[in-house]
T-cell receptor
Framework: DVKVTQSSRYLVKRTGEKVFLECVQD?????MFWYRQDPGLGLRLIYF???????EKGDIPEGYSVSREKKERFSLILESASTNQTSMYLC????????????FGPGTRLTVL | GQNIDQPTEMTATEGAIVQINCTYQ??????LFWYQQHAGEAPTFLSY??LDGLEEKGRFSSFLSRSKGYSYLLLKELQMKDSASYLC??????????WGAGTKLIIKP
């Protein structure tokens, strides 16, 4: 059974804190993605990675960075959390071509106070 | 700009049929996806259309018209477990996914 896991389901942080969100997939997928999901908006791509140590900016990279040191792990970092980064964060992965389905993790609901 | 439009919310009755529409304006087109997302859970893949026409998969069917920039998801014999949000997403000319805001489907007994 394919699986994408995220380190936390719920997280509460204070403004200015450094926040790490971890994502691990066990499907040997090349591609990994970080999205945020807000009410009334579609999923918005923050960053993605097509290979180890490789990263590409998505639509809303400002205030975020990522790390992919191993194929199965893709981390999202909020260098200095702000209240407007309160959101649901979803990690996804897929293999090969862009038209292949993405497999999503359960999401991390982050609240920044 | 790029735009995906879906109704915000729909209500249907258990056992009935419902059609969820999606219209898109994107820079190029390399296919359209439908995902299902139950409240508090991860989206899961339902269908992918790249050619015009209807693709049937059990109780769910997905239709695409590229000339009209239009797709729909048809759900038959609705069950209570079909209560969920349905997300439409288009793969643009850069092979990036553009997502709609989703349609929340409420099933009533």
């Amino acid at each position: 059974d394919v699986k994408v896991t995220q380190s936390s389901r719920y997280l509460v942080k204070r403004t200015g804190e450094k926040v790490f969100l971890e994502c691990v997939q066990d499907m040997d997928h090349e591609n990994m993605f970080w999205y945020r999901q807000d009410p009334g908006l579609g999923l918005r791509l923050i960053y993605f990675s097509y290979d180890v140590k490789m990263k590409e900016k998505g639509d809303i990279p400002e205030g975020y960075s990522v790390s992919r040191e191993k194929k199965e792990r893709f981390s999202l970092i909020l260098e200095s959390a702000s209240t407007n980064q309160t959101s649901m964060y979803l990690c996804a992965s897929n293999t090969g071509q862009s038209y292949n389905e993405q497999f999503f993790g359960p999401g991390t609901r982050l609240t920044v106070l | 700009g790029q735009n995906i439009d879906q109704p915000t919310e729909m209500t249907a009755t258990e056992g009935a049929i419902v059609q969820i529409n999606c219209t898109y304006q994107t820079s190029g087109f390399n296919g359209l996806f439908w995902y299902q997302q139950h409240a508090g859970e991860a989206p899961t893949f339902l269908s992918y259309n790249v050619l015009d026409g209807l693709e049937e998969k059990g109780r769910f069917s997905s239709f695409l018209s590229r000339s009209k920039g239009y797709s729909y998801l048809l759900l038959k014999e609705l069950q209570m477990k079909d209560s969920a949000s349905y997300l439409c997403a288009v793969l643009d000319s850069n092979y990036q996914l553009i997502w709609g805001a989703g349609t929340k489907l409420i099933i009533k007994p």
